[in-house]
């Protein structure tokens, strides 16, 4: 248990380090069309939003970081404290190490504790069992649990997974035995449409796309194992825009889709949810926020991000997320040759 929550120190302080040489412009290739004519009064915008029934009353999510051991115990309260104060859904760390450390439950519990009516998701690995998805779930209270996806990371941690048979067969095993809304999740790597569409038809009914462009795990384990760094791996996966047009085009009809890896801003929440989305999820900016200014550097963001929100939804016109997806916007540059390639509409909403 002392190892595995080590190497949950150490995610945390190379995460720190990478995100100080991230550009995190991730949307530059998409551009919302302005509203010269926008009658919209900015006290009159809705931005709740659902996901497969869970109202939220904000479409912007603090999403899995850490727990497990005491600094996550403090990074988990006021992060908690920060969602329950402006109304923020958050998803804690994988649980995985309070299942086999039962001193480790407090610094996800305390998640509960200080947002006892907010909409909080469990989380655990693809390797899971469903017995284990109900305890994480029951830990918590949680009201959804994302499954996480994170083969690349395992690959490269010395420590890692090596076998990966049975994924599939298990989040269908999960989906249809778990009650509360399953989210799959990538970690830095996106989904590609086939993969979204494997997962909508084991029952999946949330995707968070998790795509590159934010914290890469590769490059974290790197940093922690640098004899045998693989730095050619470095930037792998899916650009998050790409991997959320992916999913969408495919599967944006069956299942609800949250946008994450390497938002920063309110206007990078705004392109995602003309997109499709229904949701944003923001991690490593703000765990660098946290640690970097305090909690209320952190709020500040956070409320800096739902106004840059709020504004581009008036310059575009719009009075809630389903004005905002009807609003024409311009994809541009690699996305565009790569849906291109893909044999994706660029014009596929």
């Known amino acids: 248990m002392k190892k595995r929550a080590r190497r949950k120190r ?6 720190l380090m990478l995100e100080r040489r991230l550009k995190r412009d991730i949307f530059s290739d998409i551009t ?18 659902q996901l497969q029934g869970l109202k939220l009353k904000k479409p912007i999510i603090i999403n899995a ?28 760390g994988s649980q995985r190490i309070a299942l086999r450390d039962k001193s480790a439950q407090k610094s996800f519990k305390v998640v509960r504790e200080e947002n006892p009516e907010g909409i909080i998701f469990a989380n655990i690995g693809a390797d899971a069992s469903t017995e284990e998805v109900l305890e994480v779930v029951d830990m918590i209270k949680a009201d959804a649990v994302q499954i996480h996806l994170n083969i690349p990371q395992e690959i490269v941690m010395a420590e890692g997974r090596k076998k ?9 095993k999960i989906a249809s035995e778990v009650k509360v809304p399953v989210i799959v999740k990538e970690v830095g790597f996106g989904i590609a449409k086939e993969e979204a569409k494997i997962l909508a038809d084991c029952g999946i009914k949330i995707i968070d796309i998790g795509g590159a462009g ?3 795990f590769i490059a974290i384990e790197n940093m922690r194992n640098k004899k045998n760094a693989v ?3 470095e930037g792998w996966g899916i650009p998050t825009p790409i991997s959320l047009i992916e999913v969408l085009s495919e ?3 069956r299942v609800d889709v949250i946008a994450s890896g390497g938002l920063k801003t309110g206007l990078d929440v705004a392109k995602s949810l003309a997109l499709g989305a229904k949701a944003a999820g923001f991690a490593g900016f703000v765990l660098y926020k946290l640690m970097k200014g305090g909690p209320s550097a952190l709020r500040k963001y956070l409320e800096r991000v739902e106004r840059e929100l709020i504004y581009s939804m008036a310059m575009v016109g719009a009075r809630n997320i389903s004005d905002l997806r009807k609003r024409p916007l311009i994809i541009e540059g690699r996305t565009y040759n790569w849906l291109k390639f893909r044999g994706i509409n660029a014009k596929f909403r």
Do not use: W
């Not at 150490?10 to 995460?15: F, G, N, T």
């Not at 309260?77 to 329950?84: D, G, N, P, S, V």
């Open 251 to 253: 599967v944006g009809d």
């Open 10 to 15: 150490e995610h945390i302080r190379y995460s």
């Open 65 to 92: 970081i850490t727990g497990g051991f005491p600094l996550a115990f403090t990074i988990n309260r006021q992060m908690a404290k920060i969602a329950r104060e402006l109304d923020l859904a958050m998803a804690v």
């Open 164 to 172: 990966f048979e049975g994924t599939i067969e298990k989040i269908s």
């Open 231 to 233: 730095p050619v791996l």
């Open 214 to 216: 934010g914290t890469d």
């Open 32 to 49: 919302l069309l302005h509203n010269c004519l926008s009658e919209v009064n900015l006290d009159e915008i809705d931005i709740s939003t």
